[in-house]
């Protein structure tokens, strides 16, 4: 059995052949640790949705938070979801959820992609997002793709209709695709507002596990902004073994990065409900059918034998808001803007006068950089950003990544066994190194 947090490679998940989708379950289906100083989670693999690697928790020495973070804006920002009724499509009791009337009005809107290339096949999930086709789901379920491979998009209904990348973003693990020929008939998802969950919110997962078009599962948020990093899939490498970012059997897993060179760091949504390889790019929706999460990864016990791992009630979702806004990029231009703060960083902790605290230590700053404007000093240990608090170097990236580009934020650093407020306003990362 690999070590705790050791990268374990994945076959390409093959699947039956298509059938009708199957009726709606309604019942209940059921952070990853690398070893650090603080955290621990013995023998836990975590691995993509569909199979891409992951890692979370844990020390992350010399992280680079000059390289991209994902834009982020309110979900009122972009036109995408059900235009102005994105309000509930299910009237709700949160203390006993109407889990069927919530599957059957969510199920039109989520949809299963199959990417094939060759011999080799891969399945994924995703969500119509706009009347017009656009369907968002996770880049790694479509990275790769290429001349000779083809993208089939299965509605809730058994209808099938090509597609083609609008756009991907491999630093935020996100992409968007086109359908070809969109019958009129779509449903856009109703698309909520992700910053409103709470710890133990009720939450449903639907998506395309194992090639099981239409499961549902549910279970709760049992934890927000968790840091996740998960090795970016590049569009622009070769996948000469297989497009799905995926080892061949018995072959270790060479992590792949994308064009900045930067990892998928997500400040994610944990939750309980049931995921399992293919539910890559399916919706995490409220109790009242409004989505708040992609849900895009899984931790899974270490195993020996070469096969994928299932659900252990630990699964991962990127947040809506930041979806919205890197697919309304993406639609509009084919990529999404990143922004930018400037600093290199390790683990750290810091006295604040009464108590030592956890937080991102600042090791290096660029120059001409938000950091630098803000008055960041090498030493300094971040342990807030806006009053969230920041208790390592991971956590600091994440919570960067889910800002927009001109977004102010406080930094509350721990220097000299005092607070002080700093207050950067990130740019774009262009902008700041041109």
Do not use: C
């Amino acid at each position: 059995m690999p070590a705790a947090g050791a990268p374990t490679a994945y076959p390409p998940l093959t699947t039956p052949p298509a059938g009708p989708p199957p009726s709606f379950p309604t019942r209940d289906g059921a952070e990853p640790a690398q070893p650090g100083k603080r955290r621990r989670l013995t023998e836990l693999t975590a691995v993509a949705a569909l199979a891409a690697l992951l890692a979370s928790g844990g020390t992350y020495a010399a992280v680079q938070l000059d390289d991209s973070s994902q834009a982020s804006s309110p979900a009122s920002t972009s036109s995408l979801g059900r235009g102005a009724d994105t309000g509930p499509v299910v009237q709700a009791d949160a203390t006993n959820p109407n889990w069927t009337a919530t599957a059957a009005a969510v199920a039109p809107s989520v949809v299963s992609i199959t990417v094939k290339s060759g011999q080799s096949e891969a399945q994924g999930s995703g969500v119509i997002i706009d009347a017009k086709g656009h369907v968002l789901t996770n880049n790694h379920v479509v990275s790769g793709v290429g001349s000779g491979t083809a993208i089939t998009v299965t509605l809730n209904d058994g209808r099938t209709y090509k597609a083609t990348v609008a756009g991907t973003d491999p630093s935020t693990d996100l992409a968007v695709i086109t359908l070809s020929n969109a019958p009129s008939d779509l449903k856009a998802i109703a698309i909520g507002n992700s910053d409103d969950l709470k710890v133990g919110d009720p939450v449903m997962a639907i998506g395309n596990p194992l090639g099981l078009a239409g499961t549902v599962t549910t279970g709760i948020v049992s934890a927000l902004n968790r840091p996740v990093t998960t090795a970016a899939e590049d569009d622009s490498q070769p996948q000469d073994q297989n497009p799905f970012g995926q080892g061949l059997p018995g072959q270790p897993q060479q992590p792949s990065t994308g064009s900045d060179g930067n990892d998928v760091v997500t400040n994610a949504i944990q939750t309980s409900a049931a995921i399992n390889p293919g539910n890559s790019g399916g919706a995490l929706v409220n109790a009242s059918g409004q989505l708040v999460g992609i849900n895009s990864s899984i931790a899974s016990l270490g195993s020996s034998s070469g096969g994928q791992s299932g659900s252990i009630g630990i699964g991962f979702a990127i947040p809506a808001n930041e979806a919205k806004s890197i697919a309304s990029q993406l639609i509009s231009s084919g990529k999404a803007e990143h922004a930018f703060l400037g600093v290199s960083l390790g683990d750290g902790t810091a006295s604040d006068g009464t108590s030592q605290r956890a937080g991102a230590e600042i090791t290096q700053i660029s120059a001409n950089t938000p950091a630098a404007n803000a008055g960041l000093q090498k030493g300094d240990v971040v342990v807030a950003v806006d009053g969230e608090r920041v208790d390592s170097a991971l956590s600091l990236v994440a919570n960067i990544r889910e800002r927009a580009v001109g977004d102010k934020v406080t930094l509350r650093v721990l220097r000299d066994g005092k607070q002080v407020d700093l207050t950067a306003t990130l740019v774009a990362k262009a902008a700041a190194t041109s």
